[in-house]
Every structure is written in C-alpha cells, then in structure tokens.
C-alpha cells in the first residue's frame, strides 16, 4: 500500500506528531517476514501492564510471526480455547465484529472495541459502557476494560503510529481495530501474531485486508516509531493542554506525563474495624493512606469483607482529613456517593447527614457504609433544594461540599474523561458548584466550617471558588503546613489545597483536586 497523508482524526490532537517515517517501507517491505526486532516489547516507561494472567504473550524465545496474521481465526487462533459459542460475535454481518477462532481472546477485544465505540462515538462514560457490556466471563471483562483504557489513554500516540499507513480515514469500526492492534503491539506486549490476528478477527470481512496490512508495518516498524514523538501532547486534548499550561506553566508536561500511567490503587484504613489488620504489602504513604500497585483487586486484599478499608486515592483522602471532624460534631457531607468522604467523617465519630441526589448512587453509598459497619443518615436530595427546605438550614457543625466536576484530575483512573469532556463542560461545572457553594453555606451553624473540593485540574472549578466565597460572607480559612504531611508541594500561597498527578510521581502519583475551607463570620 502506498502512503499519502492521512486525515486528520477527529480524536487525535495531532500537534506533537513527529515526521512519520519513511512510508516506502510499506511498499517494499515483505508483508510474510517476520516482524524485525521485537514488537512484542512494552514501550521504555510504559506502565500499561498486559492483563494479568494474558495468554496472549509470546512463549519466551518465540516472538510469533506476524505474518500468521493475514489469517484471523488460523493458525495462531486454532485449537486453543473455547468454541466460538461462547463469545457475543454481534451477529456476522457486514460491519459487525467477526469472532476469531480463540472465543476467549475475542471476546476480550470485542468487549474493548465495544467499550471504545461507547466512548469515542456515543459519549458515554467508560464505567457506565462497562456496566452495558452483555454478560461476559470476569477475565474477558477485565481484559477488554485494560484494553480500551490503554487505548484511551495513548489514543493520539496510537494514531500517530498508525497514521504513516493510512491512505484515509478508515470506517470507525476499522480505526478502533487499528488501535487495539498498535495498543497490543506497542504498549501491552502481546505476541504480535495473536495481536494483529485479533485485531483483524473485529472487522469486517472486507476490511480485514486492509487492517491486516497496516498492523503488520505497525508490527515491523515497533516501538521504535514511537521514538521522537511529543507523546504527551499527542495524547492530550489541545484544549486541555493549553488551560494546564495557563494555569501550572511548564508542569503540564508533567501532568501528562503522569496520565500516561495506570493509577496504582489506594485505600484509606478505618481506624478501629474490628478484627482487621490492614492488608499486608501496601506501601504506607505520608498522609496516611496505603497503596498497592495498579491492578491489584481491592476484593482479594485481607480484611475487605470485615470492613477494614475502603477504596480512596490519596488525594480523594485529603477534603475530609482537613475538614478534621470530631466526634460527637453534625457534620453534613453533600454530594456524597459512592461514600468515600462519608466513611472518612463517620469514622472520626462525628454525626454524619450524608446527601446524594442520584437514587442509585445513593443506594450503594448505603451498600458501602454497611460493608464498612459505619453509620450515617442518607438523605437522598438534591442538595440545593435541601438547603432551601428551611430544617437543615443552620444546624451543622462541618459541611464537606465534594462538589460534581469535570473530574479532569481523575484522567489516570479514568482515561475516558480526557476524550468526553468540552472546554464549554468547564463553565457549567463551575456555574454548579456556585450554587452548591451557596446552598452549603445556608447549612453552618454560627462559626462553622466549610471544605469544598473538586476533582478537577480546571482553576474555575478550584481557585475561582475563593472570590465567590467570599461574596457569600464565608472567611476563608488557610490550610496549614502540619496538616498536610509530606505534601508541601500540594499548598498553595494563598493557603488552598491543589495536588496534582505529577505530585508524588516516586510514589506512583495522586489524583488532581481542589479544597479550601472556610468559616461562617
Ligand atoms: C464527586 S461525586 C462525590 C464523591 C463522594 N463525595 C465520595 O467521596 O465518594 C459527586 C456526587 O454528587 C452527586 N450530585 C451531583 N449534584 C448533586 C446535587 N445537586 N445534590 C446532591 N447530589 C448531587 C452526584 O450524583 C455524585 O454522586
């Protein structure tokens, strides 16, 4: 195939890419050699770990062909695995997937096809496509969710590797194939063979040349096309790009940098739980909570069942902590599930008013405090109306306002937001947690405390809240040294909270988020 310039791709932010190489390759090169050197190589710094447990890695010493991959459903694919009954193939037309011969593997890179054509072409959320995935096998779940986060993640690096190959744009179906053959080629180390066959098995029929084509020079070209790209920018929305670089300057390298990798997980301990040790092995960080690396499954830890824990990045830790709430105090958490900052203020022994307006939301903040044997009054309302209702008006001790946002600090754990969200999600966000300000303030006793936070890198969602605040006759009250421990970085001048994804990078990161707090004069 030849190589005229590729359009520009509606996803890709194509600022950062490098010349791509020499595109006489495809033409000369033998479509059935084995692919030089070795593809199957995780990209230097890539921390996107193949699935645990991945068949689909190369047998030590044997790299696979790539030149079996004209085949879906041949060689490499035969006499392992299941039939092919028991992988959802979405019925064989034209246009739909076809399932290779191994059900298992397929059913793991359709899950993530599915998962990506939720994302990147209907707009929804990553967990909510999750949940609509038809009835699947845990390991293909978990495998096809792996996948298209790394694809996610990596989507204008993935497309730049496959753009010296295109002579167009491809069909959606056919562009999505792509990136998870270069994901698994480029950056989860699967077995070239097993990762062009697979990719190829998902289109249609009449494309499959086409796919197969461009996966085997994407195979025989290697990581080392990815040497001499801008890699954080191209896997940065230019929108987002240039907001961070306005508001951290040069640090919006590190910031993207810092969402290149998988976000390790982290539990904040209940002090107390009653005969449970905190799970062995976690690595005990300065503000207190534990941490594992990424993909550890938080249900396999010791003392999960007995309540000795909860899932909490680190930052996500920090509103509650520095709300400090004492026993016996009412404090009102609003916007409160899935209950993370609820369990943090109920353990601290104080009176707990818990508010979420989304009923099912609701439901398993209720399902988590009982896991978790810790009480607090659910109220299931919209906050502002709440507010407003007149009872609540004044009673509270604390409020914690874990306000909704455009969730941009969260990209590491949830890659999917750096495609969804629009610069115009920014605005209204704020414009919402105006009002959810405003409405928390009516809730303080008389010399009462006030936390919001954001999980948002955005300084509309954050820092701007100060002049709003203060137009409410909130005082704000600085956050000092001593209570955020090994954090000083994440102070602020003007005394507010800001972490950031590239905080703490020799741990592993945290999450983006926003707190101040204030005092009702
Ligand atoms: C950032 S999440 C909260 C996370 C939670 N605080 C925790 O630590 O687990 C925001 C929550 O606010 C809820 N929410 C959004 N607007 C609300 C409103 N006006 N009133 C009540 N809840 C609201 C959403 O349904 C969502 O569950």
Redesign the pocket.
Known sequence: MGKPAAPKNPHSDNAGRAAPGNPARAESGNPDRAAPGNPARAAPGNSDRAASGNSDRAASGNPGRAGGAARAGGPADEGRGRANGGAPTGGGGEGAPRAGGNARRSAARLAALRLLEAVLERHRPLEEALDALPRLDGRDRAAGHRIAAAVLRRLGTLDAALEPWLRREPPPVVRHALRIGAAELLLLGTAPHAAVASAVGLVPRSLSGLANAVLRRVAEAGTAALDGLDVERLDTPAWLWTAWHDAYGPAVRRIAAAHRAEAPLDLTLAPGAPGAAPPPGGELLPTGSLRFPAGTRVTELPGFAEGAFWV?DAA?ALPARLLAARPGERVA??????????AQLAAAGATVTA????PR?AARLRENLARLRLNAAVVE????EWAAGGEAAGRFDAVLL????TATGTIRRHPDVARLKRPRDVPSAAE?QGR?LAAAARLLAPGGRLVLAT?SLQPEEGEAHLAAAAALGLRHDPFRPEELPGLPEALTGAGTLRTRPDFWSEHGGMDGFFAARFRQA
């Open positions: 909490q996500a958490d609003l916007c409160a599930a899935p209950g993370g900052k609820t508010v979420e307006r989304e939301r309302a919209d906050v502002v874990d306000a909704p946002c919402a959810l999980c």
